[in-house]
């Protein structure tokens, strides 16, 4: 018989969303009535249509496929060179980064890459991740043998857990011990936290002197309304030999059903063999890319071009500014209840403390069943997510107008 990879047996439970899409459907079918009226706030899954220019780019592209003379099969695995050209004038030459097109690889998205990327490490490296965190980098690294068992908490053996707390701002202090992989992501998820230039110098600076690399996830980067915080990593000097960058267009031109993002990995960045000689990592890369991958459709990357077109961002600013109202909505309202609310400036996600006595599930519980709001707990984002919860600002108008007043209504 077949032998199975027993890391997967190490996990904990489901993975978050689907944990609490099976109590939100437990909860409609005891009481089909009150889950028709369901606001949603959890899951940070994008409401409002593409933009116009990316549906016109993607029709044309469509077009361009029904016959014989445009069609086109096979594309470059990582990317046609009309996006990545466009990524590295926007994203990076635009902010005086010096990324050249081969440094840019179109994937189906930044969650698959962040798991992906552990395909070129080896087994050897200490990995450090912030509490709370994006389960995704745990559970990536558990399904891989990275980790031993979790704990009772949930904490799993092997990682090092960077505190993520009230007390510094959500953004990790340095690591006291040595660590050689550590997962970033600024706007954060699910805090909504920033780092400052000066406390991503600090990172770029012990990477540097560690031989450490950052896994930079800035998904959220478009939400960013304070002009002196950093968009990408490659702001910092020195970052393109230390870091790797995630970005997505999920969260920018709604591509979450759509499927495109790329990674940033330039052909600096080192990394040592078991014979410890340094060797570029960008070939292997390239490697996994060729291999396992066969590039994201053609009329998905028109569309992500046209959100680089003028009218594009345009209607990329108004969709984030639509989210970001909402945010200020849900923070609002929640405020004038006298929770403490932090993040939702500068990310779309809000981050709140539990009343008193509260766990964050029992908060899940209680929003549920006294208003249908949706939210996710904080404790579904590690051990230092307890007493806190995480409400999404991705809505419709109305629904965030809603969950807003249904918030007030809450008697804790
Ligand atoms: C979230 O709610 O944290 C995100 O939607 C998850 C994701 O982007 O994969």
Redesign the pocket.
Known sequence: MAHLNEHYLKLKAGYL?PEIARRVRQFSEEDPEQGKSLVRCG???VTEALPPAVIEAMHRAIDELASRETFRGYGPEQGYEFLRHAIAENEYRKRSIDIAEDEIFVSDGS?CDCGNILDIFSHQNRIAVVDPV?P?YVDTNVMVGHTGPADPSGAYEGLVYLPCTKNNGFVPEIPSERVDLVYLCFPN??TGSVATRGQLECWVNYALSAGAIIFYDA?YESYITEPEIPHSIYEIPGALECAIEFRSF?KNGGF?GVRCGFTVLSKSLMALTSGGKKKALHPLWNRRFSTKFNGVGYPVQRGAQAIYSQVGQAQVRSLIGHYLGNAQILAESMRSTGLEVFGGRNAPYIWVAAPTGYSSWQVFDKLLRDVQVVI?PGVGFGVQGEGYFRV?AFNSRENAEEAARRFKKVRW
Do not use: L
């Open positions: 969303f899951i940070g899954d969650k994006y995704v998820n699910p998904a999920s979450t996710t999404s």
